[in-house]
Structure formats: C-alpha cells, structure tokens
C-alpha cells in the first residue's frame, strides 16, 4: 500500500478527460494506492457558495457534505488513473454514508485521504466503495463510502456481494415540496467541481445516455440534510441509498420521519412518486 | 391607585377604527403602495376621530409583503397623514398576524401605563408587491456597485446572462415546505375530513353575513372609500352553493394519491389589498376626547406550529393558542357571545373549530383533559369574514379588531369576543374582547 | 373664481369688450375674510319716520369699529368721502308720506356708495300697523328697497329688516350681516325679526367658538364650504354625508380639524343613529353638546312631472325634506344633545320659491323646508332657538359646472349681480344664521341669490 500526498487539488476537467480517454481496457482488481493531501482549509468564498446551492445556512461550522467537496477530487484522481479497473464514464453513484464524527469548524486545519474498497458483486455489474477519511490534529473527524455501480462488470473471483439497500421506515406526507430548475446540475458543478457531463445539460448527458441532465447525487444528500440541519445530533452518520436518476427540472417531495434519535426520509417525484433518494440519520 | 409610582396594569380600550375597502389584486388600487394605502387609512382613523394635529403615544403597523424603500413604512405613513408628526412609529411583522399582533403591542403599553392612546394597523398590496431580481443578478448588481475601477464594473457587467433579467416574484409559499399556504391548508383539511360542501357552506354565509352588514349600514363607521371603491370588491352578495360547486379544486397537488382537493378559488380568500387601522387607548383618555370605549382588550395569546417536520397542518396554531389563553383567564370555549375566526380558507374555520372539539386531538396534542368543544355557529364570523372581504394580510387584524368591538358595543356591556388568526410560518394570534 | 365671466369682464381686455359689445360687466363681490373691517368706508344713517332704531346702530357700528357719519343733506354737500354703507332707519313711518324723506336720505347718499356698498333699511312689519296708511308707507318698503337692489351697480345690495316693537336687541347680528363681506350674494332681501333674548360679547373673528356643528352633506359643494366656514368661524364641525362619499368628507373633516360621520340620512334607523353619534361624542351632559345643525344634504332628481317615476319622486323627498323633518325631531325628542339656544339652519332652494320646469320633486321639496321652518319656528324659540332656512339661487358648484353652457350662463346672469354665486356665499349666510347673536332670526328663509328675477 502507497499514499501519495498531493500538493493541490487536482484539476477535475483534466480528470474527466483522461478518464473519458482512458476508459478502453481497463480490468484487474483494486489498487491498493491512497490519495492524500494535508494542511488543507476551507476557503470562505467557496464554503458560502456550497452553503447557499444547497441551502444550508452559512456558519462556522462545515455542513456534514462539505468535506466531500474536499475529498472528492482525490476519488476523481484515484479513479480516473489507468490502475483503476473501472471506467469513470458509466459509473453510477447509488450509496453515499457520511460519518460525521463530530461538528468541524470551517477555520480548522484538515489532512485528507482517500483510497478504494470493497470490490464487490452485483447482480446488474459489480460496485466499488470510495472512501475518504478527513482528521484534525490526528484524529479523525469525517468518513465517507461512496458505492459506484459499473453496470456489466465483473467483480473479481471471491469478490463478496454489494450492500447498496438503505431502507427507510413509514414516512407520512411529503413535508416540502422542490422545485428543481435545469441550471441546478450546472450550479452545483460551479461549486463542487464535479463538472461531469451527465449533470451539465441535456446535450451532455444524452452523450452518456440519459435522456436529460440528472441532478448530483451528494447535492440532493445535501438538501435533504440541510431541511433537518438544526435537528441533527452532535455526531451522526447519514445514509443515503440513490435511486432513480432526478432527471432536471422537476419538481419533488421530500417526506421525512423523526425515529431513533435521527432522521428517516425520502425524496420522490411529485407526480409520479418515483424514488430519487432515500436516507437515514443515526446518532453516531 | 393608591400608589403615586407606576400604575398598576389597566385594560386597553378600543376606541374605533377604520379601514379602507379591499380590493382584489393588480385592480383598483392596482397602482396604490402600501404607504399610499397606509396613509389613507390612518387619516380616515382621524377624520373619523378628530385627531388632526393630535400626538398619539404610537402607531404601530406593518406589511407582510414590503419594499426595501419601506423599511420606515408605518413612520412614513404618520408623517404623511393628519396625525402630529412628533407621533412615533414603529413596523413589525407576523405574516397575517400582523394587524392583531400591532393591537396587542399598543394594547400591552397602554396597560402598562407607556402610553395613553395608540393606532394598530397594517396595510398590504400583492399589486405593487416588491418585485427582486434574482440572485445571481443581485449579487452581480451589487459587486458592480462596489467595484473600483472601470475594469472591475465591467467584469461585473459581463457576468450578466440574459436568464438572470427575470424578477424574482414573492410567492405566497412556505420558504422551508415549498407548499403554496392553500396546499397547506388542503392537507390539513383532507387530514381533518373537512368536505366540500360545508367549506362552501361556511363561504357562502360569510358572503351573506358581510353583504347584510353593509346593507343595515355597520360598516358605515368602520370603512371609508378609497380610488372610489365603497366596498370590499370580493364580496359576491349573491353568492350561492350552486355557483361555489362549480369552481374546480386548486389546491389538491400536495394531496396523497388518489385524494381530490376540496379547496376552490371561492372557498379560500383571493389574493387583495388593502389597510386597516385601530384606535386605541386608556379609558382616561378616551373620556378626555370625548371619544367612545367600544370594548377592552382583555388578553392575548400567540402559539406555533412544527409544520415542517411536526406533523401538525400549517394553519393550526390558534388551536393551541386558545386554549392556554381561557385557562389563564378561567374561560371555557362557550363563554364568548362572539368568535371571530380569520377566514384564510374556510376549511381553516372548519379544522380549527373539529380539533377543538376532537377528544383524542385535545388530549393529546393540547394537552387537555377535556375537549373545548364546539361553539355556536350563528356566533361566529357575524358580519362576514376574509372570504368575503378578501384578505389584504397585515390589514386582516385591524378589520377583525374594530369590527368585532363594534359588535360588542352594539350587543351591550359585558359581553365577550374571541379573535382567532392564523399566520404564516404555522403561527397563530389569539385574543379576547370584552365590552 | 369659478366665474370665468367676472374674471374676463373685469380683466383690462374683457372690459374694453364687454364696454363695447353692451354686455353686462359683473362686479367682483366683496367677500369676507378674516380681520377684514366691517365696512370699506364709512357708513351714513338716515332717518324716516320716527326712527327709533338710530342710535342701536349707531353704537353697533361704531363698536364694530365702522366710521358714522352724519346724514347728507339734499344737496349732498357733505364731506366728499365715498360710503361703504347706507343705513336708513324707516321705523316709526305713520303715512305714505312720511317716505319723502326716505327718498331725500337715500338719493345722495347712494350717489356716492362705494363698490360692494350696502343700502340697508330698518323698518316697522306691515302685519303689525295700526292703520292702513301705516301699513301702506310700511310696505312701500317692500318695493323701495327691490328696486334700489336692481338699480345699484358695482356689486352693491340693498336689503331690508323689519324690526317688530320688543326686537331691538335682535339688530346688531343681521345689521353686520348685511354690512359685511358675508352677505355678498344676499340682495333684495326682507327678513323679519322676533323678539328674542340675545346674547352679547361674541368674539366678531371667533362668533362660532366653541360651538359644535353638524353639517349634512358635507363632503363637497356647498357643504364642504358651510363645513370650512363653521370651522374658519371657530365651531367643532361634525362633517355628515354618505359612506360612499366618506373619502372626500375624510377630506373636508381633516382641513378643517372636525370630525367625518359616514351617514346614509335616509336610512330608517339614521335620526336615532346620528343621535346617538352625537350623545356618544357631545353629550351635553358631560360635553359640550351640539349647537348648531345644518340640514345641507340634497340630491336632484329630475324629469319632468308626467314623466317622473315614483323612485325619482320618493328619494327626493326622503333626502331633502323626511330626513330633515325626521333628524330634527329626534334632536328634539332626545332631551341631552341639542343646546338650549341652538340653531337650525335648512338648505331650501330659489327652486322651492320659484319653482323650476323638470324639478316638481326637487321644487316641492324645498318649498316644503319653507314651509317647515316656519311651522317650527315658535317651538324653537321657546328653548331660545332658532331655525331658518336659507334658499340659494345659482351658486356654481360642481353640478352646476355639468350644465350646458347657455343654460348656465342664463342661470347666473338673470340676477341684481349678474352672476353667479359662490358655495362660501350660501355658507356665509348659514354661519350667521348659526351665530349665537342671531337670536332674533327665526322661521325666516333667507335666499342668497343676488337678487335673482326668479320668484322674486
């Protein structure tokens, strides 16, 4: 096992383009590489833009999504290099669980380090879990695992079976409705970086075979946590399993339910009710 | 009172009020803002009371839909009408309480001996409402502004994107639900099996109730015409079930599957504008005036909801509010000669008034041994209420406020009415008069 | 003002054209405003018949700060200074020919009357004369003092005042009158006094203060102007008119510094409304008390008879005369509102003296205010009250600005003036009605109507 400490965020255009490029041939198992970089802080601008594309109020505090804004150009290196056996293009995110271990201020010194994990079967493909780990001062403050689906592939021989099922128990009615413009993809791009084509435009996506433009993931995970974010406990993990694809616009529902000490809910499509996201919040 | 330091506690007359009529949105006072309204209404409150010149300890008002230029609104307002313009002023703001909740702020200084005399109100025009533009473009805006040099405004100027040009208009929806206030209100009263027809029956006699109220001239010391509206342009006199049944449904999106709303464009309150206005003050000065005392206001109450994630409906704050104000004051629900629901939607009045009687509602969420039970409806909304006479936000307490005191007055001494006003953000105003 | 004839008949080029074409060239009235003098000039009192009433008004004028002068002799040899007034005290007149000294007084002195100057008689009621030459040289006034109207130029009036044995004291207040600026529309005029215990030491800028005035239909037109003038004089102004007309009446109660009462007066329930506004707010008990009512509200319906409807006929008279009757009996019928010594005033109308084509409703409306006041009179007086009436001939307002332009100009030539009044001259006269010094003027109708040929 090898971490290599980078210097700065790696350009995430450039990564898109190599990956894109580098998609042919790849195959193998893991590699057992970790991505690093330390000494990082949050820059205000960019904190107070995150906080207000996915309606979190602005505080001293990091939203428990924030660091995946910091640690996913890692994953984004990590994947897009020729060792990774999976090709970027195709890869569907449909589980993110963030462990927030505990409320991190937004002035604090953080090291990052992101690797990969957990190979595993599914019956449409097989998926692989990126994790992120971010500290304070040595210790550990965040984790996160992020599953990607590569649909047709093959996990190795042994390979154990993917856990992709977040459930969530009765929620009631839908406790908001929202409306969700078409420039959402391309406004959360601005301020995550995570400038894949799929989210930017109809034109786009289509060239990855959707019909239109699909919202992020992590920026519906973030809305959903910023509609409970004064009701959350001090520590917690929030789970999310993603579902269909929020094809943009649209408008959806999010219903929620009080249970255990966190939160169950779900976000739907308004019309028809069709499943985008599912989440739990435990206390951690 | 014995004592010569601070006086003790004392009930605040209602003196009068006016009131100008409503008129529906983007129609004849199409080109009115809220202060133009504001200071018509208040120098109708002194022609009507002859307070030309006069410094009244305070006025009090707000808006719920506000210009930045207004952020003086109710002090501009005094400083434009007939009132000494040495009469301080203040705005607040409580969604659709506003109008109750600036009563019992100038009823609580006047028991408190602060001031002798004060004028509550509240205005609002979803005409002239305040347009914004969008973020992106205000943010553009307002780093153009602050920017140095001319290569700075033009790095500004060039991040404008023709998409951005659209204004931003106030929606009258929940900020953190997204509901539009009528979805709110259709869930609960799908929640509390509140039918179409009894809302209809509910719209109809407010309709009848206020068109009657105009005809025996009660109104004729409560309202004075304003860009040449006499009356509230809502109220429909002939308005019947059969007309009512056939308006469709507006409000059914947020509804479970399968469920059809009950709520129409004629059993929920129009979009209006429009000001009203209160007079209020100690008996000591009302006698020095010369002036009448209509009725006291004897206490209130404010209450809240956990809509977002509480499961309670929006609109269901007065139901808690109430009945912490009769405990204080060793009331039960039955001992008022006259109840003043605000009609935001008729199935607001309806809910309100089945939680009150529901058992298992009362005792569970109210925290009641007993339910408050049910109230006599030919009491209740006598001469009309906002379905009628439409629903201009701010200006919705000060037409219940006068109108209920004048009641009483008219009704003889002693007697009692009960203000309910639910509000925005699933807040809930309350209060008792007493003549 | 609103006359744009006057203004271009007394302009520098409107005089030369109206000289030349033979048009009539009005005068601009002299009109009161506060501070101003009494009399412009000096004031000359003559004398026919016994004349019992010099002195009274010498003093009066003299008080009022007015120069008296002594009378002209015939050959109007006199100091050469121009008049304001002419003042002939015709009291004690036994025989026709006791007016030959009328006529010497009168000549000269005319002769030398200012602009908006007054000629103004006091003399004995023919009802009351001992013999019929006594009646005869008593109602040869009558005649004297019209024609002298129509004759006088420059916006001068001429006007009567019988003064029955015992009225004396009742000369002071409508002597001023007819002196001052007030009466400026008011010519041809023969008003009658009664005995009456009038008060004194009444504020001449202030002769309203602190009285309390209802004023009916005041949110425009004459009303709004009876309302200002009230106010100008020192009364509380309770402003009355319809809810629908509450925004102007808001108006007029706010400049004025009175209070607006939305009223529809022919409500059924509207006498024991107003009663009860007026208890709540000027209970005599506790407060002041209402002084002063003015019935100003009217409306105009017309059509001409054979082709009037009932609706036309009956909210014409529910407005100007039932709701006149009906108020005033509450007022009476309610024993804590209505001061002893309160004064009623009516608004009739030259249509009710004169009658007018297409105005039976409106006509026998205000005929019946005459008719009303009269009646009521002696009841009034007992509490030491007084109710008139007050008929206005053309007074441009609003409503009369909507008239075709020819109807209009007739109707505001066909006058002594030769123009139109003013809706401050119908106020004026209602004012001075109100005054408490007015005690001596009851059951009369006074018209203010420059002399109008109608009905006279």
């Known amino acids: ?284 | 009172m014995a004592s010569n330091s601070k006086p003790a506690t004392r009930k605040a007359a209602i003196v009068g009020g006016n009131r100008i009529p409503f008129a529906r949105s983007n129609s004849t006072y199409g080109q009115a803002s809220n202060q133009d309204m504001l200071t018509a209404t208040i120098d109708g409150l002194v022609a009507r009371f002859g307070l030309q010149g006069e410094q009244v300890g305070e006025v009090v008002a707000g808006a719920v839909l506000k210009h930045a230029r207004d952020f003086n609104l109710t002090r501009e307002s005094v400083l434009g009408s007939r009132l000494d313009a040495s009469t301080p002023a203040y705005d607040v703001q409580q969604a659709c309480g506003t109008g109750l909740e600036a009563a019992i702020l100038v009823a609580n200084k006047i028991a408190l001996g602060q001031i002798e005399s004060g004028i509550a109100g509240g205005v609002d025009t979803t005409s002239d409402a305040p347009l914004a533009v969008g973020d992106d473009l205000r943010r553009i805006l307002i780093s153009l502004n602050s920017a140095k040099t001319l290569q700075d405004r033009l790095k500004a100027i060039a991040r404008i994107r023709p998409g951005m040009i659209a204004p931003e208009i106030p929606r009258n929806a929940e900020p953190r639900t997204g509901l539009a206030m009528g979805e709110h209100a259709q869930l609960t009263a799908h929640e509390w099996e509140i039918g179409r027809e009894e809302q209809d029956e509910l719209t109809v006699r407010s309709h009848q109730n206020m068109a009657a109220a105009y005809e025996r001239g009660f109104f004729d010391d409560l309202v004075t015409p304003f860009l040449g509206l006499t009356r509230d342009q809502n109220l429909r006199p002939d308005s019947s079930l059969e007309k009512l049944a056939k308006l469709k449904p507006v409000f059914g999106r947020a509804l479970p599957d399968g469920a059809e709303g009950t709520m129409t464009a004629g059993n929920s309150t129009p979009l209006t504008d429009g000001a009203s206005a209160v007079l209020l003050a100690s008996d000591e000065w009302a006698a020095e005036q010369g002036l009448p005392v209509l009725a006291h206001l004897v206490d209130a109450q404010t209450a809240a909801v956990d809509y977002v994630h509480g499961g309670e409906g929006l609109l269901m704050a007065p139901v808690y509010a109430v009945p912490k104000m009769l405990a204080r004051n060793g009331l039960t629900l039955q001992d008022f000669d006259f109840y003043e629901i605000h009609e935001a939607f008729a199935s607001t009045v309806l809910a309100t008034m089945k939680a009150w009687e529901d058992p298992a509602y009362c005792k569970e969420k109210l925290g009641l041994d007993a339910p408050l039970g049910s109230i006599d409806r030919s009491k209740l909304n006598v001469y009309g209420s906002s379905l009628a006479a439409g629903h201009p936000f701010a200006a919705t307490g000060g037409r219940i406020v006068a109108s209920l005191a004048k009641t009483l007055h008219q009704a003889g001494p002693g007697k009692r009415g009960l203000i309910s006003i639910c509000a925005a953000g699933g807040q809930g105003v309350v209060a008792i008069l007493e003549s | 003002m609103a006359d744009w004839y006057t203004n271009f008949a007394n302009s520098g080029f409107g005089t030369t054209i109206t000289k030349q074409l033979g048009l009539p060239r009005p005068a601009v009235l002299r009109r009161y405003e506060p501070g101003q003098p009494l009399l412009p000039g000096p004031v000359v009192i003559g004398s026919a018949g016994q004349g019992r009433l010099r002195d009274t008004v010498s003093a009066v004028l003299k008080d009022a700060g007015v120069t008296v002068l002594s009378p002209v002799t015939a050959d109007g040899s006199t100091d050469g200074e121009k008049l304001g007034a002419v003042v002939l005290d015709a009291t004690g007149l036994s025989s026709p020919g006791d007016l030959a000294s009328a006529h010497d007084f009168l000549a000269p002195a005319i002769k030398r009357l200012r602009p908006s100057g007054r000629v103004l008689i006091l003399a004995d009621p023919p009802q009351a004369a001992d013999s019929p030459a006594q009646a005869a040289a008593r109602q040869a006034i009558d005649g004297l003092v019209r024609s002298i109207g129509k004759e006088l130029l420059n916006g001068s009036t001429a006007n009567a005042v019988y003064v029955p044995e015992g009225a004396e004291a009742s000369v002071a207040s409508p002597l001023k009158f007819f002196l001052s600026g007030r009466s400026a529309y008011v010519d041809g005029q023969l008003l009658t006094l009664s005995p009456a215990d009038v008060p004194t030491g009444e504020d001449a800028e202030k002769p309203l203060a602190g009285k309390v005035a209802v004023v009916t239909g005041a949110a425009r037109g004459i009303g709004a102007a009876i309302a200002q003038v009230m106010a100008r004089d020192g009364a509380h102004v309770v402003a009355v008119d319809i809810p629908a007309a509450g925004d102007s009446l808001a108006k007029v109660a706010n400049e004025i510094g009175g209070t607006a009462l939305q009223l529809d007066i022919t409500a059924s329930d509207a006498p024991q409304r107003l009663v009860e506004h007026l208890r709540e707010r000027h209970h005599a008990g506790v407060g002041p008390g209402v002084d002063i009512v003015v019935h100003n509200a009217g409306i105009t319906r017309d059509k001409l008879l054979v082709n009037m409807d009932a609706a036309r006929w009956n909210s014409v008279m529910a407005v100007n005369l039932q709701a006149q009757l009906d108020i005033t009996q509450a007022l009476l019928d309610d024993g804590d509102v209505l001061n002893d010594g309160a004064r009623i005033v009516c608004v009739s109308s030259q249509s009710g003296i004169a009658g007018n084509r297409g105005q039976t409703n409106y006509a026998a409306s205000k005929a019946g205010v005459i008719g009303m006041v009269r009646a009521w009179a002696p009841q009034f007086a007992e509490r030491n009250a007084t109710i008139n009436a007050v008929a206005p001939g053309f007074i441009i307002t609003e409503m009369t600005a909507k008239m075709p332009l020819g109807t209009r100009e007739v109707g505001s030539r066909i006058n002594s003036l030769q123009q139109g009044g003013l809706p401050v001259d119908v106020a004026e006269t209602i004012a001075w009605l109100s005054q408490p010094g007015s005690a001596g003027v009851n059951g009369q109708t006074v018209r203010v109507c420059g002399q109008s040929m109608l009905g006279a």
């Open chain 1, 1 to 284: 096992m090898g971490t290599t400490v980078l210097d700065a965020p790696p350009n995430m255009a450039a990564l898109f383009a190599r990956a894109a490029l580098t998609a042919r041939g790849r195959g193998g198992d893991l590699p057992d590489t970790r991505l690093a970089r330390t000494g990082v802080t949050v820059e205000p601008g960019s904190l107070a833009d995150y906080a207000r594309v996915c309606r979190f109020p602005l505080s001293d505090t990091l939203p428990a999504t924030y660091p995946h804004m910091l640690t996913f150009p890692l994953q984004m290196a990590l994947m897009s290099d020729r060792a990774f056996p999976l090709a970027l293009p195709g890869l569907v995110h449909v589980r993110n669980r963030i462990d927030a271990v505990r409320p991190i201020g937004s002035g604090e010194t953080l090291d990052l380090e992101v690797w990969a994990e957990r190979f595993a079967s599914h019956r449409s493909g097989a998926t692989v879990d990126l994790c992120a780990s971010v500290s304070a001062g040595g210790a550990e403050v965040w984790r996160s695992r992020s599953t990607y689906l590569a649909r047709g592939a093959k996990a190795p021989a042994g390979a154990p079976d993917s856990d992709v099922t977040v459930d969530v128990g009765d929620l009631g009615h839908p406790v908001a409705t929202w409306r969700i413009p078409d420039d959402a993809g391309r406004r959360y791009a601005k301020v995550s970086g995570d400038v894949n084509p799929i989210h930017l435009s109809g034109l786009t996506a289509k060239a990855f075979g959707f019909k239109r433009a699909i919202a992020h993931g992590m920026w519906v995970k973030a809305r959903v946590l910023a509609a409970v974010e004064n009701r959350l406990p001090e520590a917690f993990t929030v789970d999310v399993g993603f579902r269909k694809p929020l094809f943009l616009p649209s408008t959806v529902t999010l219903a929620t339910a009080a249970t255990g000490g966190g939160w169950d809910a779900a976000v739907r499509n308004a019309k028809s009710g069709t499943e985008h996201l599912l989440a739990t919040v435990r206390p951690l």
